[in-house]
Every structure is written in structure tokens, then in C-alpha cells.
T-cell receptor, first 109, second 115 residues
Framework: AQRVTQPEKLLSVFKGAPVELKCNYSYSGSPELFWYVQYSRQRLQLLLRHISRESIKGFTADLNKGETSFHLKKPFAQEEDSAMYYCALLETSGSRLTFGEGTQLTVNP | KAGVTQTPRYLIKTRGQQVTLSCSPI?????VSWYQQTPGQGLQFLFEYFSETQRNKGNFPGRFSGRQFSNSRSEMNVSTLELGDSALYLC??????????????FGPGTRLLVL
């Protein structure tokens, strides 16, 4: 069965510091992986997906199949990055997204 | 394009009642998926509908059901409500053409409270 693990429930950094949100997965296939973000009182929205290899709002994520990881990184955190971040895996045969437990990121001034 | 919309946004019901939630996908999207979000279990997949047919199903009891109409709008029904059904119910839409390869876009959710 597919599984996504985000080991940190809470992560706190200072503005301008680098940030890394960890995500590990287990899946017997070639995964499609996503990061979604939920700002306070807003809907869940796509931040990035691995296949596009884009950098959104300064965030990047690299799929490491050997370590089965898809960590989210940003070199210089901003206060507006404070939000809940979810890593998600899409099964290749359908539309089932499996989410991690989420990491609440707080960027302090 | 307008985003995914869900109605109602908030609901209060009592145990034993039933409830129907509605979701309108992004125009042109034919796949609608439903998720339950709770503090204890996180985000869990309920089911997916495509072209008026349930294409995928999660591990929820039969009290949870859904349907999709010809205009791709979807409804979710929960019968015989239990306290544990209190949650935020999210729907997400995608084109539905290439399962396993598409981004899902989420609605704002319906918050259900069961008393």
C-alpha cells in the first residue's frame, strides 16, 4: 500500500533562514508526487509537482527515488510562507491522492 | 476559469440524520474526487467519479456514497450520521483524461459538525 510520511508536525524558522520540509514515501511503482499548501483560512492549493520541475514562490523539490524522498526546500524563508504543507502521492492507476500528515511551518520575523 | 465550488460551506446535523454535500468542478473537468479531513486521520480519499461512474473508492463504510451528474457536478451523501463523521469534506477536480498523471484542484470544503 502507498504511504507518505512527513516526520515533522511543526517546523519553526526565522525569516531569511533556509527551510526544508521532509517527505518520504513508499510506493511500488513510479510515483507522481505533489506538494500542496494551505494558508490560513484558504483552500488547499498546489505548490508544485515533481514532474514539472518548476520553482514556485522560491520552493523546489527533488524526487530521490533511491531514498524515496521528495523534500521541499527554500533557501530564504519569508513570513508569508507560514502555512500548512502537505506532501501527496498520486497512484498511477487512478486519482487517489495519499497525503502525509502535514507540516505546519512558522516563519518568525 | 472559476475554481471548484462546494455548497454548503457549513452544516450542523445530529446523529442518525443524513446529509448531502455538493461540488461543482472547474469547467471542463470531468473527474471529481472527495476527501475527508480530520485532525486525527488527516486527509483521506473517499471516492472518485468520472463520467457519472464511480471509478475509484477508498476505505469508508457504505454509509458514504456519491454520484455525478451529466454536467460533472457531484454530490456526496452520508447516511446515519455518527459523531465521528464530523470533518471537513473536500472535493477536487481534474480533467480525468489521464488518470495518475493529473493535478487535482481543491474546493474550499464543507465543514460538517455532527452533534
Amino acid at each position: 500500500a502507498q504511504r507518505v510520511t512527513q516526520p515533522e508536525k511543526l517546523l519553526s524558522v526565522f525569516k531569511g533562514a533556509p527551510v526544508e520540509l521532509k517527505c518520504n514515501y513508499s510506493y511500488s511503482g513510479s510515483p507522481e508526487l505533489f506538494w500542496y499548501v494551505q494558508y490560513s483560512r484558504q483552500r488547499l492549493q498546489l505548490l508544485l509537482r515533481h514532474i514539472s520541475r518548476e520553482s514556485i514562490k522560491g520552493f523546489t523539490a527533488d524526487l530521490n527515488k533511491g531514498e524515496t524522498s521528495f523534500h521541499l526546500k527554500k533557501p530564504f524563508a519569508q513570513e508569508e510562507d507560514s502555512a500548512m504543507y502537505y506532501c501527496a502521492l498520486l497512484e498511477t492507476s487512478g486519482s487517489r491522492l495519499t497525503f502525509g500528515e502535514g507540516t505546519q511551518l512558522t516563519v518568525n520575523p | 476559469k472559476a475554481g471548484v465550488t462546494q455548497t454548503p460551506r457549513y452544516l450542523i446535523k445530529t446523529r442518525g440524520q443524513q446529509v448531502t454535500l455538493s461540488c461543482s468542478p472547474i469547467s471542463g473537468h470531468r473527474s471529481v474526487s472527495w476527501y475527508q479531513q480530520t485532525p486525527g486521520q488527516g486527509l483521506q480519499f473517499l471516492f472518485e467519479y468520472f463520467s457519472e461512474t464511480q471509478r475509484n473508492k477508498g476505505n469508508f463504510p457504505g454509509r458514504f456514497s456519491g454520484r455525478q451528474f451529466s454536467n460533472s457536478r457531484s454530490e456526496m451523501n452520508v447516511s446515519t450520521l455518527e459523531l465521528g463523521d464530523s470533518a471537513l469534506y473536500l472535493c477536487a477536480s481534474s480533467p480525468g483524461v489521464t488518470p495518475g498523471r493529473e493535478t487535482q484542484y481543491f474546493g474550499p470544503g464543507t465543514r460538517l459538525l455532527v452533534l
